[in-house]
């Protein structure tokens, strides 16, 4: 069974910054895309960003460029969100997910092209 495990979330202040981690437990993860999305409250998901199998290349939704950046750390089968000056409009809970696609460099925002998605992680942010 693969299963992203999300971490890192928590309260911080407006300004402040967190690293979200995703690990992959069942299985590496290595040959497909990974993808964050979030979800505020009374609101629908959305896609965050992704990143390439290979980790060259990333993508990211125009509400967060300049200050989210995805990496990845094959070695620990782990994608991390690094999150910077952030807003009260990034709360919500942050979700994880492999794209079902395996060795695709074809970056997707649509949910429908990941699967093995995690619990998510609560991100709140005070002013």
């Known amino acids: 069974q693969v299963t992203p495990v999300e971490s890192g979330g928590g309260l911080v202040q407006v300004g402040g910054s967190l690293r979200l981690a995703c690990t992959v437990r069942?299985?590496?993860?290595?040959?497909?895309?990974m993808g964050w999305f979030r979800q505020a409250p009374g609101k629908e998901r959305e896609f965050v960003g992704a990143i390439t199998w290979t980790g060259r290349g990333t993508i990211y939704a125009d509400s967060v460029k300049g200050r989210f950046t995805i990496s990845r750390e094959y070695a620990a089968n782990t994608m991390y969100l690094e999150i910077n000056s952030l807003k009260p409009e990034d709360t919500a809970v942050y979700y994880c997910a492999e794209d079902r696609r395996r060795y695709n460099s074809n970056l997707a925002t649509e949910e429908g092209l990941y699967a093995f998605w995690g619990q998510g992680t609560q991100v709140t942010v005070s002013s």
């Open positions: 069942g299985r590496s993860s290595s040959s497909n895309a």
